[in-house]
């Protein structure tokens, strides 16, 4: 995973448990493209600053998923939906009563809406 996605995916994690000006910054670097200089300008602090702020804030964050793996739980539990939403398209809805058809695909558009969650 590139370090883009995952600064964003941590931050969609764990934003809320680093400091209100870790997360703006690291927000406005990862999610909306700002360079350091035009965060420094907008927050009013120095290139530097933003840096160690960066800096710092992806440390909390890394060390946050180190401890509590919601990310690596959440990419597990996206994979096994995937594949039951593979062995799903492998039954043959043909073959089933209409009523097992029908839940068939009501469990399949579940698996679905997970899998976009």
């Given amino acids: 995973m590139d370090e883009l996605t995952e600064i964003s995916l941590l931050l969609d994690f764990y934003g809320q448990l680093i400091t209100k000006r870790q997360f703006e910054i690291l927000d406005l670097h990862y999610n909306n493209d700002y360079s350091l200089g035009e965060i420094a300008e907008q927050m009013n602090i120095s290139r530097q600053g933003v840096y160690d702020n960066i800096k710092k804030g992806k440390a909390a964050l890394g ?18 939906a995937k594949e039951i939403l593979t062995i799903l398209d492998g039954i043959n809805e043909d073959m089933l009563p209409e ?13 679905i809406e997970i899998m976009e969650d």
């Fill in 63 to 80: 060390g946050l998923e180190e401890k509590l793996k919601l990310i690596d739980r959440f990419s597990e539990q996206r994979n096994k």
């Fill in 99 to 111: 009523k097992e058809a029908q839940k068939l695909k009501e469990v399949k558009n579940l698996v």
